[in-house]
């Protein structure tokens, strides 16, 4: 299926600058997205991008990320896909639980699911799609009694 049969539309790019760029490109077309929204969809989005390129691709200039991106009133699907080996989204360590409070690993899955109505990897991990409901109908996500968003192991 085409990108303009599926809705999707398809980029391209290789580092991070491009990465703000593209962000900004996909934040300004969030039709009925409110401020909160685009927010949200900023810090998920910038996340998965930057774990891409950095984590995915190894910083390699040559490996290309893909970027495909669906946008329709009210709810936003982001598909990001790198050229590496993938991971296993199951086996990242909670970064809320002591040992692992020190460790630089973990938070921007954490991110990630906290601000998107769902967060799903497929079965390489070198690939994750990002969706997001618009509007008063969301979901909160799941907060700890100081209001801080809670961690939640990917499901298989």
């Known amino acids: 299926m085409s990108d303009i049969e ?3 539309k ?3 790019i290789c580092t991070t600058s491009e990465g ?3 962000e900004q490109n996909i934040i300004d077309r969030l039709d009925g997205a409110t401020e ?4 949200a969809v900023r810090l998920a989005l910038e996340e998965a991008l930057v774990n891409a390129i950095k984590h995915g691709n190894e910083m390699l200039s040559e490996k290309k990320v893909f970027v495909r991106v669906r946008s329709v ?3 936003v ?3 990001i896909e790198d050229q590496g080996e993938g991971f296993f989204p199951e086996q990242v360590p909670d970064p809320t639980e002591d040992e692992n409070l020190e460790r630089p690993c973990g938070r921007g899955i954490m991110l990630m699911r906290a601000f998107m109505t769902s967060v799903r990897f497929n079965v390489s991990g070198n690939c994750v799609t990002l969706e997001k409901d618009f509007g008063e109908s969301e979901t909160p996500s799941p907060t700890d009694s100081a209001g801080a968003p809670t961690f939640a ?3 298989a």
């Open 6 to 8: 599926s809705g999707f």
């Open 10 to 12: 398809t980029y391209e």
């Open 20 to 22: 703000s760029d593209l």
């Open 36 to 39: 909160r929204d685009r927010h």
């Open 73 to 75: 009133p009210g709810h």
């Open 77 to 79: 699907t982001i598909e």
């Open 153 to 155: 192991p990917a499901t």
